[in-house]
């Protein structure tokens, strides 16, 4: 069960009997049982022959469009579920209410708890370098989150935690061929960033495929709902992801060296970074891989892949705000 | 109330069987097939291609609808048979006698529906089990009647408010199709549960 990801420009998306089957250059390249697929992304240009969009669609399975570079154009999907209740709850909570902040305050935690995570584990692994400070500035980021009743508030203490923990994120890279600096969006102009950058991408097609699955409109969200237009919902479910999935990707992929600087390319005049093809395939794969890893779902109390928990987080979003728990819990792993 | 909705026949089953799952199907519209409700749809499938025959002395009339104005049913009946002026009707199910009492409820339902659109009384109705290829007498009783209405008025009004019933655990969540949609243990799950420091 899963996502696949299309890569090949030009590949052509069909459909053989109850399988998608991608050709290029007339031979296939991928053939796989639709009753597996969970979603279906498409990097760059390929063609999708109108069997497939029927198909995909009775079988509410989203079909995601990106850039080559990972950034987002669309989805074609069947129409929102019929499930008005979770909306209503959703949109009921809009704004500074109670339940608001409640929400807030665990995404906002989740995150900046599984990023002190990460700094401690690494801390824990090597004596050689000292990461003491920025673990203090998250630990002054988390303790006030339960007592702040304002998303304004929240927000500052969010932007502090990570501004901390990507303060320090160099010290995580184990490959002297890549540094990084800092946070650096639209367009990431290196290595580091614009794994990052592609990473969150991919997180936020899942995610919201989660969201809508479960009935939530994505666009009104609590953390994030300063710009319209945006899949604001999807971003602050994101939150507790990011660093679990992504940043854990990102890390892993570069400290067993799994990509080299020629597997990426730099724009002339703007600089921006991009994977070439090749390692794009290889990105895709270990994301791939990372969200069919299992561990032990904190709250339920069994297994489950991360895959499976960007669901299960939504669907105890949408219990908390239809008022059937008493608490939204963020995923967050020892 | 004005203006109730008549409600589907196959509802009042899923509600005997969990009320919550009831919401969930014909409030929130939310439906999920798994292994069991798959064998009853092709069961179903088979049996529901209009038609009549005969069997020895008896007509046969597969898969036409019912209504009933009086308590605001409508449906589909499996089967129903005709025997020296007497009618009755038969419901497939999948699985063994008496793993749920909610079948009768739903053979009750149709008698009520057979009984306005004949004007005839219905005393006997019959659950055909794949499973076991045998019939059930299901008896018409007062008693099964009154249970029915009751159920039919807890419908209504589930279907009039959209008040969602709590999901509560019990043995029947092992077969249910909507258990991942409706996590019966989460709240407690939830209550229990202590975010590391």
Redesign the interface.
């Given at each position: 069960m899963g996502t696949v990801y299309i890569s090949q420009e030009d590949a052509f998306i069909g459909k053989i009997d109850e399988r998608l089957s991608v050709k290029f250059d007339k031979k296939i390249i991928l053939d796989v049982p639709l009753i597996k697929i969970e979603g279906v992304v498409v990097l760059g240009r390929a063609t999708v022959s109108p069997a497939v969009i029927s198909e995909l669609l009775e079988r509410s399975i989203p079909l995601t469009f990106l850039t080559e570079n990972g950034r987002y154009l669309g989805r074609i999907e069947p129409e929102v579920t019929k499930n008005i209740f979770v909306r209503k709850a959703q949109w009921q909570a809009a704004g500074e209410s109670p339940q608001a902040i409640h929400v807030v305050q665990g995404f906002v935690r989740g995150k900046l708890k599984n990023y002190r995570q990460i700094l401690t584990r690494r801390q824990r692994e090597s004596s050689d370098i000292d990461l003491s400070k920025k673990i203090t500035q998250l630990e002054q980021a988390i303790a006030p989150i339960d007592t702040t009743h304002n998303i304004n508030s929240l927000r500052g203490l969010e932007g502090a935690g990570s501004a901390a923990y990507f303060g320090c994120f160099n010290q995580l890279i184990r490959n002297a061929e890549f540094q990084f600096s800092h946070r650096l969006r639209r367009p990431p102009t290196d290595p580091v960033n614009s794994l990052l950058s592609f990473g969150y991408s991919l997180l936020r097609h899942d995610v919201q495929g989660a969201i809508n699955i479960v009935g939530f409109d994505p666009y009104l969200g609590y953390l994030h709902c300063d710009r319209y237009g945006r899949p604001s919902l999807a971003l602050d479910l994101m939150e507790e992801f990011r660093p679990l999935v992504v940043d854990a990707v990102v890390l892993s992929t570069l400290n067993k060296q799994l990509l080299t600087p020629a597997d990426f390319i730099t724009e002339p005049l703007s600089g921006a970074v991009s994977l070439t093809p090749e390692g794009r395939k290889t990105f895709l794969r270990l994301y791939a891989q990372k969200k069919q890893s299992e561990f032990k779902h904190p709250v339920m109390g069994r297994k489950c892949t991360y895959q499976e928990a960007f669901e299960l987080q939504a669907r105890l979003l949408a219990k908390y705000l239809m008022g059937e728990t008493e608490k939204y819990p963020p995923l967050v792993l020892k | 109330m004005n203006e109730i909705e008549y409600i589907p026949i196959a509802a009042l089953n899923q509600y005997a069987y969990c009320s919550h799952r009831c919401w969930r199907m014909f409030?929130?519209?939310?439906f999920v097939d798994n292994q069991y409700t798959i064998e009853g749809t092709t069961l179903h499938d088979r049996v529901h291609t209009v038609g009549e025959g005969q069997r020895e002395e008896t007509w046969q009339i597969r898969a036409i609808w019912l209504k009933s104005d009086k308590y605001k049913l409508i449906g589909k009946a499996d089967l129903i048979e005709l025997e020296n002026g007497e009618c009755y009707p038969i419901e497939y199910k999948r699985g063994r006698k008496g793993e749920w009492d909610n079948d009768e409820l739903q053979v009750c339902a149709q008698a009520l529906c057979l009984e306005e659109m004949t004007g005839k009384s219905i005393n006997t109705g019959y659950i055909y089990y794949a499973h076991s290829h045998q019939r059930q007498l299901v008896e018409i009783s007062e008693e099964l009647r009154q249970s029915a209405i009751a159920t039919i008025e807890a419908v209504q009004m589930l279907l009039f408010t959209?008040a969602?019933p709590?999901?509560i655990k019990t043995k029947r969540c092992d077969g249910c199709s909507l258990y991942p949609?409706c996590?019966p243990q989460?709240?407690d799950?939830?209550?229990r549960?202590q975010?590391?420091a």
């Open positions: - | 409030c929130a519209g939310e959209g969602m709590k999901a949609q996590l989460s709240a799950k939830v209550k549960y975010e590391a």
